[in-house]
């Protein structure tokens, strides 16, 4: 009886915490349900008193919302396969392929997880521009793929696999390449996943870089273009918090979709850490 | 690993290629011509002059630049613990037996997928001083609002709360992975000794959960140090500078008031402090551990 | 679930495939009207009234079409520099005059003279034109003046029994304190705190009240501070008052707050910039004046900036798009009583004597006024001091620190930032 009330206990205290949890998301939205002068109010309700699309109305027709989640969305999905194709197999050669320098190239790469992003900014913006390729999604990409992340990941997966599966596949005649694609790629499949989930929310929510490589509005990530907000329509909060719906909309679906993949996958850089 | 014909050295070349022409163009190259940079001064538009190591001397003598890395500081020890404190409990609630587990995982993790320009913008409106929700709240209460992001003893604060809510659910997971790899037998062999909830937390959870707590605390660290987005967003360093943190500074030193081989040079003295940080965590906390 | 990923990641890239390659056709075609791109900074109300002019401009001709891009205001200086670097700015751009020291040194920005016609400088205002013009050669055409005025809401000056907007320091004083008794609403609303902006405000204030004195910001070449004195220190301490033993300004409001607030009548006082006027005049049941800077420190001045258009030089500058973008200047300038309905006050004699402008409320009044602003100091520096300065007043006037201490500090760091440059 006792375990019962107790057990009753937990479990309101839970939905209480989900709730808080959950709440400034839930605001978000109601939020940009309201007129402005709903908003910006001393007579405070709650709930919106005639809840209106207007400010959604207004994202779509006054903005390129729609262009920026595009360019969002082709970034982040470049991004995602470029990761992995440039990942995996310096990843496979770090964790099992004895050539000489390969700790001190190891040790490199992974400082480079620690550079600052700020310190790369002009240099690349310099660089991006003697390309000739300042202002493009590619601007926005590439930088991206120059960080090591993802390495750092799938090392510690394939590390973990097995000498001897891969020496069975030698002994069958097969070259490197193809037991790296044929047994390596397969096992590490977890890991890969990770790490291009991780790559996609990267991309997507990265800030500093694209406000500087990208110029023209057109061209904006939704990240960058929701920053906008604010300023094109003043300080309008119902409005600026329909523009954070709509951008976060994409991801939420992503995530609900891969839920169970993104938070193993994360998960997995934890373990023998 | 052997291999028939041993051809580790044209393998590990040839598989480390791709990345690495990527990792050197636009990583190596940007960081050596960065520091180049960082010994001139330079507007970005006239002509770069020469200054040697005077950007360097300017820095040790410059009070924004010790503010600001002061602030930095803050934010990371106000950060910090609470997210690794939190981020376990958390765990501790998305391990346990409550049939609501998996909506509190999904719930907890869901703000870090969120971008930081709206998890900024979203709290900035939240804790909006005249018609945010938290002080029409208190309004009704019959208490005065609060200033949470225009005072100087709330600001820091503020901007911390914010950050808890957005990536204490990526700690989450790494813990909850952590606790999911400690054998059943422990525990179960400790519940037949008589021991409650509490004790098995701290005399079996806490400890084994060390090499998981120095991951967190390792990724925390570099991340709360290069805390940058919430702050512009939130309260642009406000008020009177007193959020102002170091990759702000540089942010501004370099892209407002365009004293690029200033801003340059205060980078690099970030990186070397992350860097050091980051490598005395490993030796000391790492040693220990074997 | 791998299949499922791989399928929307193909998915995705093949929609992104297509519609890269359908976007750049859009641009072709060389039959139609010049293509113009041009970078704009106004936001909030401003913004509005931008938009329309620019769609006004696109309609009254069909030689011409102007694409406008509007970047926030913290975030514009930084695109602007870049791409001026970069060498991809637009045709036209945007720029403070305060800020044209930081440009035209670098050469970046196009001498005018040969392109523009003496009739059309000629129906400019010489001040402003003037504050355009480096080393003898003009390098932008200013599109607006705008000081920093006085708003006053109405209803709370009648309840209050105010009959006369007050001039002098006291008055000033006397009428917030008289508000504050008699309707508990605040006596003024000068936003002292950093939110989405910093405190500019006070900064611009600050500035008005040493001039207004006969004082000034910077010595005169421009070398050092020049506010460690009696005019500072009265400056200083008039504004610390207002919030501090008087009372009749909150304390830690930014400025946001401070329009809001002024917008649904929370006080009687509200200083900001003359661009302002349209976006408070939209705003229903608020009835307000609005008047030039009073004189409160002896003499009428007040800070001022001015939008300016400017052309960037190009790698390879097409004459046809330089014609064309003096073409779309002139008929901004020519037309700027639609900008004044934000609250600008134009730079051309002939709008400025025209009907439509003079059918506004209070902009006749602004016009007046703008004999008495203050130029900004031109040095690259100041940008840097401005900001700086207004951290360093924020943090006076919200601690209330002792003013001879406070104006020594800021002294010291505008020193300091003056050497840097």
């Given at each position: 009886?006792r375990?019962?009330?107790?057990?009753?206990?937990?479990?309101?205290?839970e939905v209480?915490?989900i709730a808080?949890?959950?709440?400034p998301?839930?605001?978000?939205?109601?939020t940009?349900?309201k007129f402005?002068?709903?908003?910006v109010?001393?007579s405070?309700t709650?709930?919106p008193?005639?809840?209106?699309?207007?400010?959604y109305?207004e994202?779509?027709?006054?903005?390129?919302?729609?262009?920026?989640?595009l360019n969002s969305l082709?970034?982040s999905?470049?991004?995602?396969?470029?990761?992995f194709?440039l990942?995996?197999?310096?990843?496979y050669a770090?964790?099992?392929?004895?050539?000489p320098?390969?700790?001190?190239?190891?040790?490199?790469?992974m400082?480079?997880?620690?550079?600052?992003?700020?310190?790369l900014?002009?240099?690349?913006y310099l660089q991006?521009?003697?390309?000739?390729?300042?202002?493009?999604?590619?601007a926005?990409i590439?930088?991206r793929?120059a960080?090591?992340?993802?390495?750092?990941?799938?090392?510690?997966?394939?590390?973990?696999?097995p000498?001897?599966l891969?020496?069975?596949?030698?002994?069958?005649?097969?070259?490197?390449l193809?037991t790296?694609?044929?047994?390596?790629?397969?096992?590490?499949?977890?890991a890969?996943t990770t790490?291009?989930?991780?790559?996609?929310i990267?991309?997507?929510?990265?800030?500093?870089?694209?406000l500087?490589?990208i110029?023209?509005?057109?061209?904006y990530?939704i990240?960058?273009?929701?920053?906008?907000?604010?300023?094109?329509?003043?300080?309008e909060y119902a409005?600026?918090?329909a523009?954070a719906?709509?951008?976060?909309?994409p991801e939420?679906?992503?995530?609900?979709?891969?839920?169970r993949?993104?938070?193993d996958g994360?998960?997995?850089?934890?373990i023998?850490? | 690993?052997?291999i028939p014909g041993?051809?580790?050295?044209?393998?590990?070349?040839?598989f480390?290629?791709?990345?690495?022409?990527?990792?050197?163009l636009?990583?190596?190259?940007?960081?050596?011509?960065g520091?180049?940079?960082?010994?001139?001064k330079?507007?970005?538009l006239?002509?770069?002059?020469?200054?040697?190591?005077?950007?360097?001397a300017?820095?040790?003598?410059?009070e924004?630049?010790?503010?600001?890395?002061?602030?930095t500081?803050q934010f990371v020890?106000?950060?910090?613990?609470?997210?690794?404190v939190?981020g376990?409990?958390?765990?501790?609630?998305v391990t346990?037996?409550?049939p609501?587990?998996?909506?509190?995982?999904t719930?907890?993790?869901?703000p870090?997928?969120?971008?930081?320009?709206?998890?900024?913008t979203?709290?900035?409106w939240?804790?909006?001083?005249?018609?945010?929700i938290i002080?029409?709240v208190?309004n009704?209460?019959?208490?005065d609002?609060?200033s949470w992001?225009?005072s100087?003893?709330?600001?820091?604060?503020s901007?911390?709360?914010?950050?808890y809510w957005?990536?204490?659910g990526f700690?989450?997971?790494?813990?909850?992975?952590?606790?999911?790899?400690i054998?059943?037998?422990?525990y179960?062999?400790a519940?037949v000794?008589?021991?409650?909830?509490?004790?098995?937390?701290i005399h079996?959870?806490i400890?084994?959960?060390k090499?998981?707590t120095?991951?967190?605390?390792?990724?925390?660290?570099?991340?709360?140090f290069?805390v940058?987005g919430?702050?512009?967003?939130?309260?642009g360093?406000?008020?009177?500078?007193?959020?102002?943190?170091?990759v702000?500074y540089?942010y501004?030193?370099?892209f407002?008031?365009?004293r690029m081989g200033?801003?340059?040079a205060m980078?690099?003295?970030?990186?070397?402090?992350?860097?050091?940080?980051?490598?005395l965590q490993?030796?000391f906390?790492?040693?220990?551990e074997? | 679930?791998?299949?499922?990923?791989?399928?929307?990641?193909?998915?995705v890239?093949a929609?992104?495939m297509?519609?890269?390659?359908?976007?750049?056709?859009k641009?072709?075609?060389?039959?139609?009207?010049?293509?113009?791109k041009?970078w704009?900074l106004?936001?909030?109300?401003?913004?509005?009234?931008?938009n329309?002019m620019?769609?006004e401009f696109?309609?009254?001709?069909?030689?011409?079409h102007?694409?406008?891009d509007?970047?926030?205001?913290?975030?514009?200086?930084?695109r602007?520099t870049t791409?001026?670097?970069a060498?991809?700015?637009p045709d036209?751009i945007?720029l403070h005059?305060a800020?044209?020291?930081?440009y035209?040194?670098?050469?970046v920005?196009?001498?005018?003279d040969?392109?523009?016609?003496e009739?059309m400088l000629s129906d400019?205002q010489?001040?402003?034109?003037?504050?355009c013009?480096?080393?003898?050669?003009?390098?932008?055409i200013p599109?607006?003046?705008?000081?920093?005025?006085?708003?006053?809401?109405?209803?709370l000056?009648?309840?209050?029994?105010?009959?006369?907007?007050?001039?002098?320091?006291?008055e000033f004083?006397a009428?917030a304190?008289?508000?504050?008794?008699a309707?508990?609403e605040?006596?003024?609303?000068?936003?002292?705190?950093?939110?989405?902006?910093?405190?500019?405000?006070?900064?611009?204030?600050?500035?008005?009240?040493?001039?207004q004195?006969?004082?000034?910001?910077l010595?005169?070449?421009?070398?050092?501070?020049?506010f460690n004195n009696?005019?500072g220190?009265?400056?200083?301490?008039?504004?610390?008052?207002?919030?501090?033993?008087?009372g009749?300004?909150p304390?830690?409001l930014?400025?946001d707050a401070a329009m809001?607030?002024f917008?649904?009548?929370?006080?009687?006082?509200?200083?900001?910039?003359?661009?302002?006027?349209?976006?408070?005049?939209?705003?229903?049941?608020?009835?307000?004046v609005?008047?030039?800077?009073?004189?409160?420190?002896g003499?009428s001045?007040?800070?001022?900036?001015?939008?300016t258009f400017?052309?960037?030089?190009?790698?390879?500058?097409?004459?046809v798009k330089v014609?064309?973008?003096?073409?779309f200047?002139?008929?901004?300038?020519e037309n700027?009583?639609?900008?004044?309905?934000a609250?600008?006050?134009?730079?051309?004699?002939?709008?400025?004597?025209?009907?439509?402008?003079n059918?506004l409320?209070?902009?006749a009044?602004?016009a007046?006024a703008?004999s008495?602003?203050?130029?900004n100091?031109p040095?690259a520096?100041w940008?840097?001091?401005y900001?700086t300065?207004s951290?360093?007043?924020?943090?006076?006037?919200?601690?209330?620190e002792?003013p001879?201490t406070?104006?020594?500090?800021?002294?010291?760091?505008v020193?300091e930032?003056?050497?840097h440059?």
């Amino acid at each position: 009886m006792r375990n019962m009330k107790r057990e009753v206990i937990f479990r309101i205290l839970e939905v209480l915490i989900i709730a808080i949890w959950i709440f400034p998301l839930a605001w978000m939205v109601i939020t940009s349900l309201k007129f402005e002068n709903e908003v910006v109010t001393r007579s405070f309700t709650f709930l919106p008193q005639n809840p209106t699309l207007h400010n959604y109305q207004e994202a779509f027709g006054s903005t390129y919302i729609l262009q920026w989640l595009l360019n969002s969305l082709i970034i982040s999905a470049v991004t995602m396969a470029g990761t992995f194709v440039l990942d995996a197999p310096i990843a496979y050669a770090f964790a099992k392929i004895r050539f000489p320098g390969r700790n001190i190239l190891f040790w490199i790469v992974m400082a480079g997880m620690m550079v600052p992003f700020q310190v790369l900014i002009v240099p690349l913006y310099l660089q991006f521009n003697s390309y000739g390729i300042i202002n493009t999604l590619t601007a926005a990409i590439l930088p991206r793929l120059a960080m090591p992340i993802g390495i750092f990941i799938l090392r510690q997966f394939y590390e973990g696999i097995p000498d001897a599966l891969e020496e069975a596949a030698f002994i069958d005649g097969a070259g490197r390449l193809r037991t790296f694609v044929q047994i390596i790629m397969p096992l590490g499949k977890a890991a890969a996943t990770t790490v291009i989930i991780l790559a996609f929310i990267n991309a997507w929510n990265d800030f500093l870089w694209p406000l500087i490589a990208i110029s023209d509005s057109v061209n904006y990530t939704i990240t960058v273009g929701i920053a906008n907000f604010q300023g094109t329509h003043g300080t309008e909060y119902a409005m600026i918090m329909a523009g954070a719906v709509i951008a976060s909309l994409p991801e939420l679906v992503f995530f609900l979709i891969f839920r169970r993949k993104i938070i193993d996958g994360i998960a997995m850089t934890g373990i023998k850490g | 690993m052997a291999i028939p014909g041993n051809k580790d050295i044209r393998d590990g070349i040839l598989f480390s290629l791709p990345f690495m022409i990527v990792f050197a163009l636009f990583m190596i190259y940007p960081l050596i011509f960065g520091l180049y940079i960082s010994f001139f001064k330079w507007d970005i538009l006239g002509t770069p002059s020469f200054l040697g190591l005077q950007n360097y001397a300017d820095l040790l003598a410059d009070e924004k630049f010790w503010s600001s890395l002061w602030h930095t500081v803050q934010f990371v020890l106000m950060t910090t613990p609470v997210l690794l404190v939190l981020g376990f409990l958390m765990a501790l609630l998305v391990t346990s037996k409550s049939p609501l587990r998996g909506i509190m995982e999904t719930c907890f993790f869901v703000p870090y997928i969120f971008s930081m320009t709206v998890v900024a913008t979203l709290w900035a409106w939240i804790m909006q001083k005249d018609f945010g929700i938290i002080n029409q709240v208190l309004n009704i209460l019959g208490r005065d609002g609060v200033s949470w992001l225009t005072s100087e003893k709330n600001a820091m604060w503020s901007i911390s709360v914010a950050t808890y809510w957005w990536t204490a659910g990526f700690n989450m997971v790494l813990f909850t992975a952590g606790i999911k790899q400690i054998s059943k037998e422990i525990y179960e062999s400790a519940t037949v000794d008589g021991a409650g909830m509490l004790q098995q937390v701290i005399h079996i959870t806490i400890p084994l959960l060390k090499p998981t707590t120095i991951l967190c605390l390792i990724l925390q660290i570099i991340a709360s140090f290069n805390v940058f987005g919430q702050v512009y967003v939130m309260t642009g360093g406000g008020p009177a500078g007193s959020t102002r943190v170091l990759v702000q500074y540089i942010y501004e030193t370099g892209f407002n008031y365009f004293r690029m081989g200033y801003s340059a040079a205060m980078s690099y003295v970030l990186f070397v402090i992350i860097m050091a940080v980051s490598v005395l965590q490993y030796v000391f906390l790492g040693r220990r551990e074997d | 679930m791998r299949k499922r990923l791989i399928a929307i990641i193909a998915l995705v890239v093949a929609g992104a495939m297509l519609f890269a390659s359908a976007a750049p056709e859009k641009s072709a075609g060389k039959e139609g009207p010049i293509e113009l791109k041009f970078w704009s900074l106004f936001t909030g109300g401003d913004g509005e009234f931008f938009n329309a002019m620019i769609d006004e401009f696109n309609a009254s001709q069909d030689e011409i079409h102007m694409t406008n891009d509007m970047v926030r205001f913290d975030d514009y200086y930084t695109r602007l520099t870049t791409a001026l670097a970069a060498g991809t700015a637009p045709d036209v751009i945007v720029l403070h005059q305060a800020r044209l020291i930081n440009y035209v040194p670098s050469g970046v920005l196009l001498p005018l003279d040969d392109y523009v016609s003496e009739e059309m400088l000629s129906d400019f205002q010489t001040a402003p034109l003037e504050a355009c013009r480096m080393d003898g050669n003009l390098y932008a055409i200013p599109f607006d003046v705008h000081p920093i005025v006085m708003y006053s809401n109405k209803a709370l000056l009648d309840a209050a029994g105010v009959t006369e907007i007050p001039e002098t320091a006291e008055e000033f004083l006397a009428a917030a304190k008289a508000v504050k008794e008699a309707t508990g609403e605040w006596g003024s609303l000068i936003d002292n705190t950093t939110g989405t902006y910093k405190a500019y405000t006070l900064t611009r204030l600050f500035v008005s009240l040493v001039n207004q004195q006969g004082g000034s910001m910077l010595t005169e070449d421009l070398s050092a501070a020049a506010f460690n004195n009696e005019y500072g220190y009265n400056a200083l301490v008039g504004l610390q008052m207002l919030v501090n033993e008087a009372g009749v300004n909150p304390n830690e409001l930014d400025y946001d707050a401070a329009m809001n607030m002024f917008k649904l009548g929370e006080g009687a006082f509200y200083f900001n910039g003359v661009w302002a006027t349209g976006t408070l005049e939209q705003t229903d049941g608020l009835e307000f004046v609005a008047s030039p800077l009073p004189p409160f420190m002896g003499k009428s001045a007040a800070w001022t900036d001015s939008h300016t258009f400017a052309i960037p030089v190009q790698k390879n500058q097409d004459p046809v798009k330089v014609e064309a973008a003096i073409k779309f200047i002139d008929w901004m300038t020519e037309n700027a009583h639609l900008w004044a309905k934000a609250g600008n006050i134009p730079t051309r004699t002939s709008v400025l004597e025209g009907e439509e402008f003079n059918a506004l409320p209070y902009r006749a009044d602004y016009a007046a006024a703008v004999s008495s602003v203050i130029a900004n100091p031109p040095t690259a520096a100041w940008g840097e001091i401005y900001e700086t300065l207004s951290d360093l007043l924020e943090s006076a006037v919200t601690h209330n620190e002792d003013p001879q201490t406070a104006l020594d500090g800021m002294e010291a760091t505008v020193n300091e930032i003056i050497s840097h440059y």
